[in-house]
């Protein structure tokens, strides 16, 4: 065993005794140590009942006989950090969060992990971890939460940012009634996009990712997931052995299936760097191309995630993927992906049937999200071309540019953009930002204002996965660097075709490169504590973002 370093021999005698100060007794000692790596915090819904999933997976273990050692990472609340400050936060605690799991680790030599994570940056975090250090390992997702119910219809997080415009009346009620408790917000969002896809990479038990935090199963699989890890302990199978390209691949064409978050084109080459794999955007574009969107889930179709999992979940989507994927891969059940999927059964088939499309006739041809490239956008940016009505799938108008997400916010609602703008938000890039917000609350904006379907946004930031509409995002070379949309002024024209997979500055070249002698990087925003860390050592978005 790996932790035989920490306790066996003579001269171990200081660790054995530090370990039974715990608790532990001899026997305990001699058994193969797991840690339970669990995000439970009071600030996120979607983590408020990980310390019961704990105790479960906890559970789990000592009865497969290991001994089980707690411990916590970081997590930060998009939602609670959306709109200020705290969001430059966000995208950084993903590499704070696998530094912290990394140290633990190694550390104390652990036998193997069991990982308890549900939201958006905390869950990739998690799984860059389990690449780098490369120990048996399985993903308990904490699960999402019940949508709410009010005006008669369900709700979710969404409603409220995009109904804060509205009437007194309405408002209240969705404050009151879209979040109902615990779990992940309840539409296809970053945390629950991510969910699905580390169950389609193997390296949840099938079924976790869809199960709701309320649900009691959520309970019965965190232990049997404790259960497993010693499995995976005797048979030494590794992150690596079950991260593979093709389950990359596995998981990419379920994001494309199910038309998730655009913020997984950060999340998926990070998670491959660190397993020791080559990614980069085309190859989202490539398979979406060729893989149907089967799931028309919130925010750019009508079913939540309750929906999904009444439908049969990851692995009904990946069922009718089949010919698809690569059915060879090896999960956490200790099995390939094709043995999993012939045990699955479908046991709602009316609510299967009116969720998930076929592949002879699915919701779109292609899948979820888009990759575009051009004069604008020279190493690419992502858009979500599921959540974008047919109207706006191309679009030309004149720049309505602004240097930060405020500044945007302020024209939006000031009636400062109009019925066929582009609106650009620059400067919130990985280095600009620095951190890369989200900017959730101009898109809402302009949806609660009726413009989505006249106004489309391009920005070097990134998106919530709540986003729905005409919003380009990651646009690389960022401002901060001198991309080209730093040098883009109000009334230039930009011409968007997604189909095309095109975003274009119609300026001329020669007046290009004036502006080009003439621009000055910024003074940065930040200029000490982990942000200014960060700006420094964080590589473009289409790299993922991260840290090098």
């Not at 200790?334 to 299967?352: D, F, H, S």
Request: a neutral charge; glycine letters at 12%.
């Amino acid at each position: 065993m790996r932790s035989d370093v920490t306790k066996k021999g003579r001269e171990r005698a200081p660790h054995r005794a530090l370990l039974k100060a715990t608790g532990l007794c001899d026997e305990e000692i001699r058994r193969p140590f797991i840690g339970v790596v669990n995000s439970f915090n009071d600030f996120i819904p979607g983590h408020i009942h990980l310390d019961k999933l704990g105790e479960a997976v906890k559970a789990g273990i000592l009865s497969a006989g290991g001994v089980p050692f707690e411990f916590q990472t970081i997590g930060v609340c998009d939602g609670i950090a959306m709109g200020h400050k705290g969001m430059r936060y966000s995208l950084p605690s993903r590499e704070l969060i696998e530094d912290s799991i990394e140290i633990m680790a190694e550390a104390h030599q652990l036998d193997g992990l069991v990982m308890i994570p549900t939201c958006d940056k905390i869950v990739p975090g998690h799984i860059m971890a389990a690449g780098r250090l490369n120990l048996p390992t399985i993903v308990v997702t904490g699960g999402p939460m019940m949508p709410g119910f009010a005006c008669d219809r369900e709700l979710d997080l969404i409603n409220v940012f995009e109904g804060w415009q509205g009437e007194d009346e309405t408002l209240a009620a969705l404050e009151e009634m879209a979040c109902p408790g615990a779990g992940s917000c309840a539409g296809l969002f970053t945390a629950n996009t991510m969910a699905c896809l580390t169950e389609a990479m193997g390296l949840s038990l099938p079924g976790c990712a869809t199960i709701h935090a309320v649900d009691a199963r959520k309970m019965r699989i965190a232990k049997l997931s404790g259960m497993k890890i010693m499995d995976l302990v005797k048979r030494n199978i590794t992150a690596r052995q079950i991260v593979t390209a093709a389950a990359l691949d596995n998981a990419i064409r379920v994001d494309m299936a199910i038309g998730g978050s655009t913020n997984t084109v950060l999340h998926i080459p990070a998670i491959a760097a660190e397993f020791g794999l080559d990614m980069d955007l085309d190859r989202f574009d490539r398979l979406s191309r060729e893989t149907p969107h089967l799931v028309n889930l919130r925010p750019g179709g009508p079913h939540h995630i309750l929906d999904l999992e009444r439908a049969g979940g990851v692995p009904a989507v990946m069922k009718q993927l089949t010919p698809m994927l690569s059915l060879d891969a090896l999960t956490v059940t200790g099995r390939k992906l094709g043995e999993n999927l012939e045990a699955c059964k479908i046991v709602n088939p009316l609510a299967n049937a009116a969720v998930i499309s076929k592949l002879q006739s699915p919701v779109h041809a292609e899948g979820g999200i888009a990759i575009l490239h051009g004069s604008l956008a020279p190493e690419g940016a992502v858009v979500k071309q599921t959540a974008v009505s047919p109207a706006m799938l191309k679009h030309t108008g004149p720049a309505r540019v602004y240097d930060s997400e405020e500044e945007s916010m302020a024209g939006i609602v000031s009636g400062g953009v109009k019925a066929g703008d582009v609106v650009i938000i620059r400067y919130e890039g990985p280095k600009g930002g620095p951190g890369m917000r989200e900017t959730l609350a101009p898109t809402s904006a302009i949806a609660g204002a009726g413009l989505s379907e006249s106004v489309a946004l391009i920005t070097d930031g990134r998106f919530s996965g709540g986003t729905r509409g005409p919003c380009i995002g990651h646009v690389s070379p960022e401002a901060a660097v001198g991309g080209p949309i730093a040098l883009v002024k109000d009334g230039d024209m930009i011409s968007i075709d997604i189909p095309a997979r095109k975003v274009e500055l119609f300026v001329d070249p020669a007046e290009m490169e004036r502006r080009k002698a003439a621009w000055k990087a910024p003074e940065p925003k930040i200029t000490g504590g982990i942000l200014a860390r960060y700006r420094n050592s964080v590589t473009s978005a289409s790299k993922g973002s991260v840290l090098r």
